[in-house]
Structures are given as structure tokens and as C-alpha cells.
Nanobody
Framework: VQLQASGGGLVQAGDSLRLSCAAS????????MGWFRQAPGKDREFVAT????????FYADSVKGRFTISRDNAKNTVYLQMNSLKPEDTAVYYC????????????????WGQGTLVTVSS
């Protein structure tokens, strides 16, 4: 599985942004998908995850109520809708795929995209 994340950019606090992650392969629905982020000088942290059929989602407390993860299996794409962005959301955002599961920990993921930078100015 190859993953290509896109949609990052420079926005102001309070703005919205939607990230996309396009996956290759014909078994996309077999994979739970996750979004992680890494801010400068910090460890990579969990943001959100969604099950293969989209029926289950989980979020980090820091983004709950502001971010929404979704997927379109017909397009082999997972999305992260980010609303009410804050400067502390500034980070490189990574999408990842985990075969057959939904996980909050990065070591459970088998494949990673290259990351897309989100910068939120105050």
C-alpha cells in the first residue's frame, strides 16, 4: 500500500482545512486508517483513526469536536476535516494504514504516507 497525503497549508487560527490521503491498491477497505502529527521538537502523536468500513472512529482528546476523519473506499481515500484550527495544531500530518484494525499507537501501522505540513498562525 502506498499512501499520498495532501491538503496542508498555511491558515489562520479559526480557519478550516481538509487533508486527503490517497491509497494505492485494491484492498483499501481491509485497512484501518489513521492520522498522526508531529510538531517541531515533539514526538509523533495520534490524531484520529477510522475502521475499514468507516463505522468506527476515534480521536485524540485534543482534536475531539474539531476534527472529523472519514473515508471513501470507492476512491481509496481517507480525509481529515479540521475546523477551528489552533496554533498548537501546527505540525506535519501523516496518514497511515493498519491491516485489519483500528489503533491509536503508531507502531501498529504498517504503511505511512510522506506527510503534509499544516501551519496555523495566530
Amino acid at each position: 500500500v502506498q499512501l499520498q497525503a495532501s491538503g496542508g497549508g498555511l491558515v489562520q487560527a479559526g480557519d478550516s482545512l481538509r487533508l486527503s490521503c490517497a491509497a494505492s491498491g485494491r484492498t483499501f477497505s481491509f485497512y484501518g486508517m489513521g492520522w498522526f502529527r508531529q510538531a517541531p521538537g515533539k514526538d509523533r502523536e495520534f490524531v484520529a483513526t477510522i475502521s475499514g468500513n468507516g463505522g468506527s472512529t476515534f480521536y485524540a482528546d485534543s482534536v475531539k469536536g474539531r476534527f472529523t476523519i472519514s473515508r471513501d473506499n470507492a476512491k481509496n481515500t481517507v480525509y481529515l476535516q479540521m475546523n477551528s484550527l489552533k496554533p498548537e495544531d501546527t505540525a506535519v500530518y501523516y496518514c497511515a494504514a493498519a491491516f485489519g484494525g483500528v489503533y491509536r499507537t503508531s507502531n501498529q501501522y504498517n504503511y505511512w504516507g510522506q506527510g503534509t505540513l499544516v501551519t496555523v498562525s495566530s
